[in-house]
C-alpha cells in the first residue's frame, strides 16, 4: 500500500508513510534498548544481593555432634527449588545457614530438568519450594515466609 505512486498525494502519504515506518523502527530499537537496560539493571541487583549476602552470612547453629547428625538426617527429606540470585531464596538459603541445616538445593533456572520438576510435580514455577518428603508423602511448600516458619519451628529448638 505504501510507495505505490509517488506523485501528487501519493507522494505525501508516501512520505507519511515513510516516516511513521521510521518511528515505529525507532520505538522498536528504544524498546529493546530498554529491555536490555531493565535486564541490566535486575542482573546488576541480583549479583549485589549476593554481595551483600556473602558479606552479611549468619553465623550457622552449633549443636552436640549427635543432636546435629539427626538434623543431618531430617534434611535429607528436605530440597529446596530456588534461583541463586532471587531475594527471596536468598533469604530462605540463609535461614538454612543458620539454622546448619544441610538441604539440597536445585537450581529452577538454569537446570532444565529440575525446572520441569518443580513445574510438573509442584504445580508452578515459582521460586523457593520447598520439597518435604515425610512419611511417604510428599509436600511442595511454597512462599519464603511459610517456608523459613517451618524450618524455624522444626530445626530452631533441635
Ligand atoms: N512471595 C513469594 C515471592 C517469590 C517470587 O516472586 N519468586 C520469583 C523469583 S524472585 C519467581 O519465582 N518468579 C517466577 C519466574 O521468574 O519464573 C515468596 O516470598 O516466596
Redesign the pocket.
Known sequence: MCGTKKTGIHRRFFFVCKKSGKLRALLHSLREAFNVFVKALRVGLGQLIIFIDFLTRPGKKQRPAEAQAKVNSAAKDLTLYQ?HA???CVKTRRTLRRLNVPVALRDAKNSEQDRQTLLEQGGK????CLRIEENGQTTWM????VIIDYLDKRFAAA
Open positions: 534461583f532471587c531475594p527471596f514455577i515459582k521460586v523457593p511454597y512462599e519464603s515466609k
